[in-house]
C-alpha cells in the first residue's frame, strides 16, 4: 500500500470510524482497493440491501514538472440495487444544501490538519444527509 493512502486510511479511521461504527457502517477489509486510494464503509440495510459509502482518494505530489496541487477526495454513496450519487451532489443540488461549493465537490488538503477538516467535513456529511438516505429514511 502507498505510504498516503496508508495514512489517509489512518486518519479517516481516526475521524470517521466512531461516527460509522455506530450507524452500524464498517470499512470493507480490500487491502488491493485500499492500495489505489479506495474505501468503501458497508453495512445491511434491514431490508437487506447493502448500503455503501465510500472514499475515494488521489494523491498528488510535486515533480519536476508539476509541483504545489492539493490532494484531494470525493465520497460516492451506492446501494446494491443501483441507487448511487456523489455526496456533495446529494447535499448541493438534490436537498438544496450550499455548504459545499460546488455539487461536484473534491475535498482538497495539503496537510494533516486541513485532511483532518476536510474529513471531518464529509463525514458529518455523511452521517447527517447520506446514511439516512441511503436507508430510505430522509429524501429530497
Do not use: C
Request: charged share 20%.
Amino acid at each position: 500500500m502507498s505510504d498516503a493512502n496508508d495514512s489517509f486510511r489512518e486518519l479517516l479511521l481516526t475521524v470517521v470510524s466512531q461516527a460509522f461504527s455506530a450507524a452500524g457502517y464498517e470499512l470493507i477489509d480490500q487491502p488491493m482497493k485500499w492500495a489505489n486510494g479506495q474505501f468503501r464503509f458497508s453495512k445491511t440495510l434491514p431490508d437487506g440491501k447493502t448500503a455503501t459509502i465510500e472514499f475515494q482518494h488521489l494523491t498528488y505530489s510535486d515533480t519536476e514538472w508539476a509541483s504545489g496541487n492539493p490532494s484531494r477526495f470525493k465520497v460516492a454513496l451506492m446501494r446494491s440495487d443501483g441507487l448511487k450519487r456523489d455526496l456533495s451532489a446529494l447535499v448541493v443540488t438534490d436537498f438544496g444544501v450550499g455548504i459545499l461549493p460546488s455539487a461536484a465537490h473534491w475535498w482538497m488538503y495539503r496537510d494533516i490538519a486541513s485532511l483532518g477538516h476536510a474529513l471531518g467535513e464529509a463525514g458529518s456529511l455523511a452521517v447527517a444527509y447520506g446514511m439516512p438516505w441511503l436507508s430510505g429514511e430522509l429524501s429530497p
